[in-house]
Every structure is written in structure tokens, then in C-alpha cells.
């Protein structure tokens, strides 16, 4: 045969571990009928009679010995390479992942992810880079295991997502800023302020901008960065606003405050991104549910220590 049928192996397995056509085609749930024709097209391509018959019963040719051991061997291993995954033994497994991510989120989870990946799977590593862009090219070459971010479907229809948290925007100044000394917070206090937008491109209309315009309002963009934490830094060095997710203000030192937007600017939802071929992948799996977890206990615990919500003290 060119194409050798598989499912002979099978039927071979039983012919020669029961020697019986009867007990045989119950092992493999055919009829009597089938299962001979089966035994036929086996002696066709063995060259073999296999089993001949002895008084009542059918007894193995010297052939069929040498092939029983064997066949029985490539069966179970077979079964075994087709069934599941075992659960994967994370005390000894040795891999390395790579997260892409803002850097709001290592300063948020970083700590907590990497305590119980040592707890758990000390041979595990986790190498954090930077998300700059919602490219999902590096997921599916699989330079990169998982990423956080929006799922918009920018990053690829087929890529898997699962939400992670909620989160909103809120703007950030200095304790000494006029936005925070005011007594309110209105849309044309905060448009009148310089400035400083976190984009990936200097130019682009984000949610912020488009509610100011419904207002007839425009915000006066001084300069643009491509992280949250050198908006921040400008805040706290130079008397800039800056419009953030507030899970991404990180640790702080002392001086700056949060203020909510004057604006109804609609909340985000931050998702886990993997690519669909490592969805069955049980390490990978179990790394996905150590994030989740994470992330939930986290949530319950203030992302910002160090700056201080300005409303939250009126």
C-alpha cells in the first residue's frame, strides 16, 4: 500500500490479541461479517494467513506472533499521542513567555504576576515587553505570547480575547494646578490648560477631543509622548494636564492628584490577547488563569498609591 489504512492497525491489534473473528469484531463493534472481510484484506497485505483455523478455534502463524507484540505497542501509543494534554507538572516545566503590555499594567500586576509564577512554576519566566502599537502580527508569529489592550478587532479577527477590567479616564496635575484648586471641575477649565497627549501618533482625534467638540470646546495640545509615564512625568515636572486611564498612573511620588473628566468620556475595557493556537496549550492556559486571577485580586486594591483623588476629598 502507498497510503497505508491506519485503521487495519487497529483491527490487527484485535484479530491477533483475541484469536477470534467473534470476539474480535465485539472489541472493534462491527459484525462477524465485516470483521472477516477485514481479516481478509490483512492476509492480503501481510502476505500471511495470520490466524488459520485449529479445530474450533484460530490459532496465530509464526507471522502474526511477530507482528502481535508490535501492533499492540503502535496502538496504545497512538491512543496515547491522540487523547489530551495530561495536566502539565508546573513544579518542574521550564518555558518562557513573553507579555506585551503598557507599562501602567507591569507597575499595577508586574510584582503580584511574578510572585505566583515563582510560588507555582519556578521554571516559568516572564519577559514583559512594550506595547506601542495594536499590531497583532507579533502574536501571530509567536514572537509574543499574550498582550493586554482594547479589543477592538484592529489587532486581528482571529486572535482570542477575554476582558480583564474596566477602567477610565482621568485627568492628572499638580496639587498647585488651577484645575485642581477649582472649586468645580467644569469642560472649559480642563480645555484651557496645556496639555500633554499620550498617543502613538502626533496627530488623531481620541475620545477626549471628541466630546470637547460636541461642546464647541478644544483642548490646547502642547506635546505629545508615547507613554503614560512621560505624560506623567511632564505633569510633575511641568504643570501640564494629563489624560490618562487611571489604573495607569502606576506609583507616583507625592504632588499630583486625579481629577474625573468634566466630560462623558466612555470607560475602556482592558483585555488578554493570545493568538487561538495557543489556546489549548495547558501551560499557556494555566498562565492565562494566573493573569485573570491576578488582575481581579489587584483590582480590589488601589492602583495609584501616591496620588490622591482630588474629588474624593471635597
Known amino acids: 500500500m502507498s497510503t497505508p489504512d491506519l485503521n ?16 474480535a469484531a465485539a472489541r472493534l463493534q462491527l ?33 502474526a506472533l511477530e507482528l502481535r507484540d508490535e501492533a499492540a505497542r503502535l496502538v496504545r501509543d497512538a491512543a496515547a499521542l491522540l487523547r489530551p494534554a495530561a495536566p502539565p507538572d508546573l513544579a518542574r516545566i521550564g518555558r518562557d513567555f513573553t507579555f506585551r503590555t503598557r507599562e501602567g499594567f ?21 519577559h514583559f515587553v512594550a506595547r506601542t502599537d495594536k499590531d497583532g502580527t507579533a502574536l501571530r508569529n509567536g514572537v509574543v505570547d499574550l498582550e493586554t489592550g482594547v479589543a477592538d478587532g484592529t489587532a486581528g479577527p482571529e486572535l482570542r480575547a477575554q476582558a480583564l477590567f474596566r ?27 496645556d496639555h500633554v497627549r499620550v498617543a502613538r501618533r502626533p496627530t488623531g482625534h481620541e475620545a477626549v477631543d471628541q466630546a470637547l467638540a460636541v461642546l464647541g470646546l478644544e483642548r ?6 508615547a507613554s503614560f509615564s512621560a505624560a506623567l512625568s511632564l505633569v510633575r515636572d511641568g504643570g501640564l494636564i494629563a489624560t490618562v486611564p487611571e489604573r495607569s498612573t502606576g506609583r507616583l511620588r507625592d ?12 470607560d475602556i475595557t482592558i483585555s488578554l490577547l493570545w493568538h487561538p493556537r495557543m489556546d489549548a496549550d495547558p501551560v499557556h492556559r494555566w498562565l492565562r488563569g494566573v493573569v485573570r ?19 474624593s476629598q471635597e
Open 8 to 23: 487495519l492497525l487497529i483491527a490487527l491489534d484485535a484479530l491477533l490479541g483475541e484469536c477470534s473473528v467473534a470476539r
Open 31 to 63: 459484525s462477524a461479517s465485516a470483521t472477516s472481510r477485514v481479516l481478509a484484506r490483512l492476509r492480503e497485505i501481510t502476505g500471511d494467513p495470520l490466524l488459520v483455523r485449529a479445530g474450533r478455534g484460530l490459532v496465530p502463524t509464526p507471522r
Open 106 to 126: 507591569v507597575e499595577t500586576f508586574g510584582l503580584a504576576l511574578l510572585g505566583r509564577i515563582a510560588r507555582e512554576a519556578p521554571g516559568v519566566r516572564l
Open 167 to 193: 477602567d477610565r479616564f482621568v485627568a492628572v496635575v499638580r496639587a498647585d494646578h488651577a484645575l485642581a484648586s477649582a472649586p468645580r471641575a467644569t469642560p472649559a477649565l480642563y480645555a484651557a490648560g
Open 220 to 225: 490646547r495640545v502642547i506635546t505629545t509622548v
Open 255 to 266: 504632588g499630583l492628584v486625579t481629577i474625573p473628566l468634566p466630560l462623558p468620556v466612555p
Open 293 to 311: 486571577e491576578v488582575v481581579g485580586e489587584r483590582g480590589q486594591v488601589s492602583a495609584h498609591a501616591g496620588l490622591q483623588d482630588h474629588r
